[in-house]
T-cell receptor, first 109, second 114 residues
Framework: GQQVMQIPQYQHVQEGEDFTTYCNSSTTLSNIQWYKQRPGGHPVFLIQLVKSGEVKKQKRLTFQFGEAKKNSSLHITATQTTDVGTYFCAGRGDYKLSFGAGTTVTVRA | SAVISQKPSRDICQRGTSLTIQCQVDSQVTMMFWYRQQPGQSLTLIATANQGSEATYESGFVIDKFPISRPNLTFSTLTVSNMSPEDSSIYLC???????????FGQGTRLTVV
């Protein structure tokens, strides 16, 4: 199955700063999805990227899919305390998801 | 969208016993999946629950340890058998369908084996 690597594992951010989490796959992905899991919660879908080079924005979140469809990134600007949680990328094939390790974000007020 | 009810939400079990987790969806879905998430870790797919046939297990997971039922398109169960402390984890039900872009997850079952 697809294997997706994700870095960094932890991100400690000062409130108001920006950060980026990265996903990489050794194989070409048909699409990639991003999920957020709040502490004690379950993963919640954020977005799906399908096209090579695709960029999508959700308020302060910017998602990119690489030209070769082997990597993706999530960039958050002006981090807020509500951004706390773990962000997972996931390659989707036949409805099954292969999750990356996740980036756990903590925010210093 | 799909709303998933998963229960129990948590349990503490004695080693050697078994626990059955239930997952109920508010609509018919093609695919139902069971994941395990160990503390601070990512989600690992245990198996795909197939309606009317045996589940499809991922590498490292076997039917004797994790029997799964899926009697219809809205319901599935996962049993964790002969539990040991290493089975302590969060177990998550998820659904997918051609009509759905995203995967929906149940609230999870937090299992502690003592």
């Amino acid at each position: 199955g697809q294997q997706v690597m994700q870095i960094p594992q932890y991100q400690h951010v000062q409130e108001g700063e920006d950060f980026t989490t990265y996903c990489n796959s050794s194989t070409t992905l048909s699409n990639i999805q991003w999920y957020k899991q709040r502490p004690g919660g379950h993963p919640v879908f954020l977005i799906q990227l399908v096209k090579s080079g695709e960029v999508k924005k959700q308020k302060r979140l910017t998602f990119q899919f690489g030209e070769a469809k082997k990597n993706s990134s999530l960039h958050i600007t002006a981090t807020q305390t509500t951004d706390v949680g773990t962000y997972f990328c996931a390659g989707r094939g036949d409805y099954k998801l292969s999750f990356g390790a996740g980036t756990t974000v903590t925010v210093r007020a | 969208s799909a709303v998933i009810s998963q229960k129990p939400s948590r349990d503490i079990c004695q080693r050697g016993t078994s626990l059955t987790i239930q997952c109920q969806v508010d609509s018919q879905v093609t695919m139902m999946f069971w994941y395990r998430q160990q503390p601070g870790q990512s989600l690992t797919l245990i198996a795909t629950a197939n309606q009317g046939s045996e589940a499809t297990y991922e590498s490292g997971f076997v039917i004797d340890k994790f029997p799964i039922s899926r009697p219809n398109l809205t319901f599935s169960t996962l049993t964790v058998s002969n539990m040991s402390p290493e089975d302590s984890s969060i177990y998550l039900c998820s659904v997918g369908d051609r009509a759905l872009t995203e995967a929906f997850f149940g609230q999870g079952t937090r299992l502690t084996v003592v």
